[in-house]
């Protein structure tokens, strides 16, 4: 097995101290000069004493404050940029205190100290990062560390020690679902013997519970057994409330009561329609399920202290249901976007999602289908027996499609967009990091400004503007 080092406690510490006096000595040089370089008056005083002060005290909060946070190695760049502020701001603090009550003179630089500041918050996050980056080239992320996957019935005790061995795995995750308790407990045992550090799935409802799921109720560990009637209104649009693996889950276990029906993934731009066209609304609130796609409704969801409130995008709910479904267990087709995304789309999952079931891709014309057209493409979809249909045509279209077909269509049916350019790779989507802080519109904008650029800044400063007159009069958002 590879060597893995723990947590660099001591390193990320004084790569934080280095930066402390890297960022006044800038300082002092950016405010005086070739003067500061030329005297060493510059240098006593205040200024050594707020770095001295601050050098220890970081002792303090870095071992109370940093060391209780996530490893940097897991933070993406901005919980990391977050990190290092905080941390910034607490030394200032207590340093400032800590001179006042001494009653130490403050005659500094204002300058100076605001400089310092702020060097010293992008100093430390740039160390942070190039050892970041230094120590994830060296030793791998905990995506590279590498697990044995065993499902029942388990591999012999000669044949699981070959596996390891040409493996070099670090890990084994016992696959539980289904499993006797015999079988199981003799796996574990025979992972023990061998040494190896062992983690068992967790199962229920005939599913491999997965992360982004399981919840804290009285103490316990759980899982939501469906997704809840309750929904969050919003400019006449009614919200479902659920996390995308809860989704995933009940879309799973209801999919023939589904058939027929359809579930939308609504963003600022659809909502805003919605609020200017009933009818576009009334499509919304007929379908099984309208989960909110877009992080500010997601965002007011919670600040209404909804529990369990979060975004549902649709790229994400396609990631979740692939890898819950590679095993074949659901079938999938695909309706929309051009020949040459579908083709991608159908070598990108089949290589991601090995064992996933397509039954079949067609990209329509685009434009209106005549009658006989548009029962030829029924006849088509149903004959291929998929349960899941994905519908990729755009808002508004693909909803008013799917209501049309209401019935019609064999399958559950789903508008996702740009989900099909995603998961085609077609079209990069943001990063998570700029998904979390909400501006993976922006992302998406600057790939294509020509043609997002109005419906962006229109629809984002309409969205606003509803919320204030909705927030005025009383109304719930």
Not at 195 to 211: D, Q
Not at 354 to 368: A, Q
Not at 390 to 397: N, Q, T, V
Request: a positive charge.
């Amino acid at each position: 097995m590879k060597n893995r080092t723990n947590y660099p406690i001591i390193r990320v510490f004084i790569i934080d101290e280095i930066a402390i006096i890297m960022a006044m000595a800038i300082a002092l040089l950016v405010r005086y000069g070739r003067d500061a370089i030329h005297s060493h008056s510059y240098f006593n005083g205040i200024y050594v004493s707020v770095v001295i002060t601050m050098c220890v005290f970081h002792v303090i909060v870095y071992l109370l404050y940093d060391t209780r946070k996530t490893s940097i190695f897991i933070q993406d760049p901005i919980e990391n940029f977050a990190t290092v502020f905080k941390s910034r701001c607490i030394l200032v603090t207590l340093a400032f205190v800590y001179h006042y009550a001494i009653h130490m003179s403050t005659d500094s630089s204002r300058a100076v100290m605001a400089t310092f500041f702020v060097l010293s918050v992008l100093i430390g996050y740039v160390l942070r990062m190039l050892y970041r980056r230094h120590h994830i080239r060296k030793y791998g992320t905990s995506d590279d560390w590498k697990i044995l996957k065993v499902e029942y019935p388990y591999p012999k005790t000669e044949e699981l020690k070959k596996m390891l061995s040409d493996g070099d795995y670090n890990e084994i995750l016992i696959m539980t679902r289904g499993v006797p308790e015999a079988d199981l407990e003799k796996m574990i045992k025979e992972a023990e013997d061998l040494g190896i550090r062992a983690f068992c799935s967790i199962s229920a409802l005939n599913y491999t519970v997965k992360p982004g799921i399981i919840a804290d109720i009285r103490g316990y560990s759980a899982i939501p057994a469906f997704v809840r009637k309750e929904k969050f209104p919003l400019f006449g649009v009614n919200y479902s409330i659920a996390k995308t693996e809860e989704a995933v889950l009940h879309v799973i276990r209801h999919i023939k009561e589904l058939s027929g029906k359809y579930i939308c993934f609504s963003n600022v731009h659809t909502s805003v329609m919605a609020r200017e066209n009933k009818e576009y609304a009334d499509i919304l609130n007929e379908s099984a399920f309208t989960f909110p796609d877009g992080n500010p409704i997601a965002t007011l969801q919670r600040k209404s202290r909804i529990k369990g409130a979060s975004r549902v995008a649709g790229p994400d709910f396609m990631e979740h249901m692939f890898r819950d479904t590679r095993k074949g267990q659901i079938s999938h087709f695909f309706y929309g976007a051009k020949q040459e995304t579908l083709d991608a789309l159908k070598a990108n999952l089949e290589s991601k999602y090995p064992g996933i079931i397509i039954k079949g891709l067609y990209s329509p014309p685009f434009r209106d289908l005549t009658p006989e057209e548009d029962q030829a493409d029924i006849d088509m979809i149903n004959a291929a027996g998929a349960d899941i249909v994905w519908i990729g045509l755009g808002a508004p279209k693909q909803e008013k499609w799917m209501k049309a077909h209401e019935g019609k269509v064999h399958g559950v049916m789903m508008g996702v967009g740009a989900g099909f350019d995603f998961h085609a790779g077609t079209i990069k989507r943001a990063p998570k990091w700029i998904q979390k802080i909400g501006f993976e519109w922006l992302y998406r904008l600057l790939q294509d400004p020509k043609r997002l650029i109005s419906r962006y800044f229109v629809t984002n400063i309409k969205f606003m503007w509803y919320i204030a007159i909705d927030y005025m009069f009383g109304k719930r958002v």
